[in-house]
């Protein structure tokens, strides 16, 4: 067996059992990349603060070049018995060039080395998840450009509530979307502090200059204390914590889809290329994709609690339970970005059935709110009516209110919408209607009434769309 590199003062070899159990190797090897960029910049600072020479750095950076290059080509074999990523590319850089390698350790551990590994691949990460979150966001507002006019019920507990323009509502998914890309913006403001040089968790009296390699790899600036730099593990929970509502916000959209699709509502057909079917029955198109993507909003959102279970309690400064850190991440990342990617697909393969949309949108006085709203304005041009209201200005709300809850009563009593109220039957619920109440009635024209800033009305939603296009550089 080869002797560790921590193995001067052991006298025994670690058994099997614990070597397979504390290796990090098959999952850490992700962080390669950033592990060599990390080298490289620690090489270069060693050698201008006089710490190596300028040629063992030349041999380092060499051999690092070589040894990206073998694992980019999978031919870099990755030993167990060197446990993480770190050890394993030492290692094998000791392998290759011999002394000079020796020499890349100094003034630093394997504690703040793999703390820059990690916020380096978080920030690559969250790049990589703000392109996805910009695709869907493409994809739903020009979905919202093929849709232009659209009315469909809008629901709240689920009942027929009001009308809204489907622009609108794949407008709030964009909105929402935009907050997420905000939450991971800031998150990576937060993560952008370089933890080289904290060494073990003390630093170190090596004459370092930790200025130099934070600004080489791209950080704002090196965190002000070692302690904290390898103790901290709050950017990964704030990450993960983004993710997780990333993720919650697409399992909605995910669970608004799936309902749309079934034969109830049918409000929806997803194309084939994103539907699967039943293995016994011939008939069935499933939209599983969506249903995916809502059932693996569980596993983003677990990887948030394993993590903060994870931290929780622990003393300040590196415990090996931090080794645990890296799956959760790298789960939530991936899993991110394929829910994200999907729903985008999805998105563009999807058609919304008009035809059974509109039959469906009598039902449910969507209208009844429109009308309580006629009412409060209505009366506020009749200056008598107020004075018979007992208040200035218009038919109080709530008044208006039980007005209308009573035409409702009446419709559901004779099985028909408020339109097919006579102005009788109205007037003789109270004398306030007048002729212009059915220009009120009906989603149609209940909906044109909807425009002060940020309803559904069309006019509000054409800017809100405006807005979206130029801000995402839609043509
Ligand atoms: N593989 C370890 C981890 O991911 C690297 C740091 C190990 N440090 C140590 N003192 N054993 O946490």
Known sequence: KETKLW???????????VERFTESISYDKQLYKHDIMGSRAHASML???????DSDRDSILQGLDKIEKQIEAGKFVWRTDREDVHMNIEAALTDLIGEPAKKLHTARSRNDQVLTDFRLWCRDAIDAILSFIKRLQVSLVTLAEKNEGLIVPGYTHMQRAQPVLLQHLLLAYVEQLERDAGRLLDCRVRLNFCPLGACALAGTGLPIDRFMTSKALGFTAPLRNSIDAVSDRDF????????????????????????????EFGFLTPSDSVSTGSSIMPQKKNPDPMELVRGKSARVVGDLVSLLVLCKGLPHAYNRDLQEDKEPVFDSVKTIIGMLEVSAEFAQNITFNQERIKKALPAGHLDATTLADYLVKKASHYPWLAHCFYLPGGVPFRTSHDIVGRAVGCCVSKNCQLQDLS???????NPVFEKDVYEFLGVENSIKKFCSYGSTGAECVASQLEYWISKLNID
């Open 7 to 17: 193995g001067g003062r052991f006298e025994e070899s670690v058994t099997d059992a």
């Open 47 to 53: 050698a201008h603060q006089g710490l190596m020479s």
């Open 236 to 263: 990964v929970l704030e990450f993960l914590s983004a993710n997780s509502i990333i993720a919650i916000h697409l399992s909605r959209i995910g669970e608004e889809w799936v309902m749309w699709a079934s034969e």
């Open 423 to 429: 102005l009788d039957e109205l007037r003789s619920i």
